[in-house]
């Protein structure tokens, strides 16, 4: 059953969301900024720092899909705030860790508590947008995840170069993530939950995931889906983790000119993803947007390391920024919605979310594992960039097995005429 509301209602409620995903990234960039500083606190190696992104991120994988099915069960509101405030008190916790062992669990924490942010929120959205600003409501909400990038960094650098050193960011960006949870509770709706009756096509058949199309070939289409989530996600967080780090170390480039350089990746995806939503809801095509972004982003990617210049490597972060994983996001997450069932949404994102999750899991160690064997962070640049490539391929396999099953229109996007009939025109 669709979530009715008030005009204007839903806004403030997407608008909550974006804010909640900005903490969420600022919590995760903190760390790769304050990276330098607390490997010469603790005197710690590579592999360990790779270590201390890795070991959020697995919990944040290894979470997804239990959470899932517990907002399916329980309420995506009631989950989601959950999650949140376990977070928050994590990021709080992390100022305080006595040793990097405390610090190490303080972030397997956090991943735990974000694990439940993904599905819960997107769940939410596809029940509280109009299905015309779908791609729109999706594009506004991820945007807070690029200014939170972008901030994040900004902020743990200012913040970390006072007397208290990396633990002042923490404990600040801590305490605003629990004051947080109120604007949760007040401005976020609980979807209910559907109502099943004899007059709605029941069952498989009424999301695609089975029915009259081939069940095998709906799954097909979404571990395209996943997959290509999973390529275009490993070069976003090799740079979300390790950029500022390459830059100061590797580049050799000043602590501050290091933090601020990466800033213009994120300020540059806020705006081209509320654009890229805005386009796919005019044009009716989910797939425009990820096919022109993914080959360009792919290019920017693999000529990081041969740009000697300053304003070259601008140049390709802001190409990365406009073209990254953040801007084709909402065109992915469209084609996911479109053929999930109400009463199991939650599960289906989290399964195509997993898929991302394990590269936040695994490109931060494998850099910092390529990094001490080879000597150079260059492989690992040339490597996501033919990650993105490969996405493409995978990306154009799933958008034509989705056009030819059929699913269009039969639930989550594609309920009013509208947007069936821009969807036929893919």
């Not at 709080?92 to 062992?101: E, I, K």
């Not at 956090?110 to 694990?115: D, H, K, N, P």
């Not at 999930?340 to 289906?348: D, K, L, M, N, Q």
Request: hydrophobic share 50%.
């Amino acid at each position: 059953m669709k979530l009715q509301q008030r005009p204007g209602k839903w806004i403030r409620s997407v608008l909550v969301l974006s804010f909640g995903w900005f903490l969420l990234y600022a919590a995760r960039t903190v760390l790769s900024v304050t990276l330098k500083d607390i490997a010469d606190y603790w005197s710690l190696s590579e592999t360990f720092l790779g270590l201390l992104s890795s070991g959020f991120f697995m919990a944040y994988t290894a979470l997804q899909i239990p959470t899932g099915f517990l907002a399916d069960r329980f309420g995506s509101k009631r989950v989601l705030l959950t999650g949140f405030g376990l977070q928050s008190l994590a990021v709080l916790l992390s100022g305080f860790a006595v040793n990097q062992q405390q610090f190490l669990i303080t972030r397997v924490m956090g991943g735990a508590g974000q694990a439940t942010y993904f599905a819960c929120q997107f769940a939410i959205i596809s029940n509280i947008v109009p299905p015309e600003r779908k791609a729109f409501g999706n594009s506004a909400s991820v945007a807070g995840s690029a200014l939170g990038t972008g901030l994040g960094m900004i902020f743990g650098r200012l913040l970390s170069g006072t007397f208290l050193g990396w633990r002042l960011p923490f404990g600040v960006l801590g305490i605003i993530s629990v004051l947080f949870v109120a604007a949760i509770i007040r401005e976020v709706p609980e979807p209910r939950k559907p109502e099943v009756t004899g007059a709605v096509c029941p069952g498989p058949a009424r999301h695609g995931l089975g029915g009259s199309n081939p069940a095998s070939t709906s799954w097909v289409f979404l571990t395209c889906f996943s997959i290509t989530h999973f390529l275009s996600m490993y070069g976003f967080y090799l740079m979300l983790t390790w950029l500022p780090y390459y830059l100061e170390t590797i580049r050799g480039f000043d602590q501050s000119l290091a933090a601020i350089i990466p800033v213009v990746m994120p300020f540059a995806m806020a705006p081209s993803t509320i654009l890229g939503g805005y386009v796919s809801d005019r044009t009716g095509s989910k797939s425009l947007v990820v096919n022109i972004c993914l080959p360009v982003s792919a290019i920017a990617t693999m000529a990081i390391p041969m740009m000697n210049s300053v304003a070259g490597l601008v140049l390709l972060l802001a190409v990365y920024g406009a073209t990254g994983k953040l801007v084709i996001d909402p065109g992915l997450i469209s084609y996911v919605t479109e053929s999930a069932p109400v009463e199991s949404r939650g599960t289906i994102l989290a399964i195509f979310n997993f898929a991302g999750a394990l590269a936040m899991a695994v490109a931060p160690a494998v850099t910092g594992y390529v990094a001490e064997v080879t000597g150079s962070f260059d492989p690992s640049f040339f490597m996501a960039g033919a990650f993105n490539i490969l996405a493409l391929g995978f990306f154009i396999a799933g958008a034509r097995l989705f056009s030819k099953s059929g699913i269009k229109g039969k639930s989550g996007f594609g309920t009013s005429g509208k947007s069936v009939s821009r969807a036929r025109s893919m």
